[in-house]
Nanobody, 118 residues
């Protein structure tokens, strides 16, 4: 049973930083990719960033480029999302997801709330 558990969310003022973590258990992810998504109240879930377990190639949504950094620790089966220069519009529930293939995400975490006050 694969489980993804996010942590690190919270309340921060605009301009501040948070670092989210996502620990994967139930299998070792040596390939595939891990992504971060977010969903704000009344909006659809949107892509934030993705990283490949092998090689560490990353890709970001335009609205977080230069502010957020995704990274992984293969030995710990953990993916991180460092979020800097946070804005009130970054307020959302942040989810991590694991994709075993290039075309889908197969496992999702329960989400962690990030609230940015102005």
């Amino acid at each position: 049973q694969v489980q993804l558990v996010e942590s690190g969310g919270g309340l921060v003022q605009a301009g501040g930083s948070l670092k989210l973590s996502c620990v994967a258990s139930g299998r070792t992810f040596s390939s595939g990719r891990m992504g971060w998504f977010r969903q704000a109240p009344g909006k659809e879930r949107e892509f934030v960033a993705v990283i490949r377990w092998r090689g560490g190639i990353t890709y970001y949504a335009d609205f977080v480029k230069g502010r957020f950094t995704i990274s992984r620790d293969n030995a710990k089966n953990t993916v991180y999302l460092q979020m800097n220069s946070l804005k009130p519009e970054d307020t959302a529930i942040y989810y991590c997801a694991a994709g075993l293939s290039p075309t889908s995400y197969d496992y999702w975490g329960q989400g962690t709330q990030v609230t940015v006050s102005s």
